[in-house]
C-alpha cells in the first residue's frame, strides 16, 4: 500500500474522531495527516514525511488552537431557554405574593407566585425580580 494512503486513512480516523471528541485537536491532526498525505504523494522518503506531520501538528496545535479556544471563551456561556430563561426577569404582583401562594405577570404572561423568604408579604402593583422557577412557580422577590 503507498504511504499517501496510509497519512489518508489517518486523515480520516482522526476526522471521525474529532466529531465524536469535539475538541479540535483530533482535527488538527486530522489536517496535518493531510499535508502529509500530500508529502507522500510527491515522493517524500519516510523521515520527511514524519517531519512534515510534525511541523504541520506543532503549527496546530500552537497556532490554531490557542485562537479558537480565545473565540469559545467569547460565547456566552450558557444560554437559558424556556422557563429558566426567565429567572432574572422583571414581574408585577397582580395578587399579594407570600411564602404561600400570590399571582405575577411575567412578560405579558400569569404565573402563580410565591415569595423567595417566605416571611415577606408582597401586595399587589410590586415589581419583584423572579429568583427561581419551581414548576409552574415563579418565586419572587421584591425589588429595592
Do not use: C, N
Request: proline fraction near 5%; glycine fraction near 10%; hydrophobic fraction near 55%.
Amino acid at each position: 500500500m503507498d504511504e499517501w494512503t496510509i497519512w489518508l486513512i489517518l486523515a480520516a480516523v482522526l476526522g471521525i474522531a474529532e466529531i465524536f471528541t469535539l475538541t479540535t485537536v483530533l482535527g488538527l491532526l486530522g489536517a496535518a495527516a493531510l499535508f502529509t498525505a500530500a508529502a507522500a504523494g510527491l515522493g517524500l522518503p519516510v523521515p520527511l514525511q514524519l517531519l512534515v506531520f510534525a511541523a504541520a501538528s506543532a503549527a496546530g496545535l500552537l497556532g490554531v488552537r490557542p485562537i479558537a479556544r480565545r473565540h469559545l471563551r467569547q460565547l456566552p456561556q450558557s444560554q437559558r431557554f424556556g422557563v429558566q430563561a426567565l429567572v432574572g426577569k422583571t414581574a408585577y404582583v397582580l395578587r399579594e405574593v407570600t411564602g404561600q401562594d400570590g399571582r405575577v405577570r411575567i412578560g405579558g404572561e400569569e404565573w402563580s407566585a410565591r415569595a423567595y423568604d417566605e416571611t415577606l408579604v408582597i401586595p399587589p402593583g410590586a415589581v419583584v425580580d423572579v429568583i427561581e422557577i419551581e414548576g409552574a412557580t415563579a418565586l419572587v422577590y421584591p425589588r429595592e
